[in-house]
């Protein structure tokens, strides 16, 4: 199937994007909205985001809503200059593709806006078999961030679950990416660090060199920092709100 945009049309209130062609993107809208599905596995569902497993047809696709950025005022403000995160999530996806790598299919992308705002949007691409990466594929996993990084980007939030395993290889899921422009060689060192905290495995597989290098040690330490903070927060969070 053609991964190419098959252009930009209205249905249901909706502003949408697609790669399969007008009246298919339509019908599996339609299905969704409808309940015409059936929902095989529910991901998420909370506060910040949906996603779940569907069963359209004939089609298993993923179906993701970003609440959160939907609620926040100030995302909220920034969507009259620029993409909904639906629309930006299917154009990574079609990215990830063109660059290369194995990422799920995006199928349909959609935003509701009112008074320049938007309001809702969603995203659905195909379903990725494959297993969550475990200790034995630490190895392809670094291999492939690695060629991301030569690429010059930056995939954010790399842990173990946001990589899938299948005789195809390595696939990325849940991502957004990130064009390295300002300090690119410490910003890639901070998201490998972050990967060997929360998969020590991937560790042993990093060349040498970046290892033994000054910067990754200081990368090391900071995300390390990073974490205490962000665990301090929580914490004043939680007496605020006993409160």
């Known amino acids: 199937m053609s991964q190419e945009t098959q252009g930009s049309f209205n249905h249901r209130g909706y502003r949408l994007r697609s790669t399969i062609d007008e009246s298919a993107a339509k019908q599996l809208l339609d299905d969704i909205i409808d309940n015409s599905c059936t929902i095989k596995k529910v991901f998420r569902d909370s506060r910040s985001t949906y996603a779940a497993h569907l069963q359209v047809g004939d089609q298993n696709v993923v179906h993701k809503i ?16 620029r993409d909904s995160e639906s629309i930006r999530t299917f154009n990574n996806l079609q990215l990830m593709n063109q660059l290369g790598f194995n990422a799920p299919i995006p199928l349909l992308a959609g935003y509701q806006r009112r ?18 990466a475990g200790p034995d594929d ?8 690695l060629r991301l ?16 395993v299948s005789d195809n290889g390595v696939t990325f899921i849940d991502f957004r990416l990130k064009k390295t422009c300002l300090f690119p ?7 490998l660090a972050r990967l060997a905290r929360v998969y020590p495995e991937s560790l042993t597989h990093l060349p040498e060199k970046i290892r033994a290098s000054g910067s990754f040690k200081l990368a090391t ?23």
């Open 221 to 243: 330490w900071l995300e390390r920092k990073n974490i205490g903070l962000k665990a301090a927060r929580r914490r004043i969070k939680r007496v605020f709100k006993l409160k």
């Open 185 to 191: 060689k410490f910003k890639k060192e901070m998201e």
């Open 149 to 164: 990084h030569e690429k010059g980007y930056l995939r954010t939030d790399a842990k173990a679950a946001n990589f899938l």
């Open 66 to 81: 970003p609440r959160a950025r939907l609620k926040r005022t100030w995302e909220k403000l920034i969507t009259i200059i």
């Open 138 to 145: 630490a190895q392809a996993v670094v291999t492939e961030l």
């Open 115 to 132: 008074k320049g705002f938007v309001t809702d949007s969603f995203c659905c691409y195909r379903f990725a078999e494959g297993k969550e």
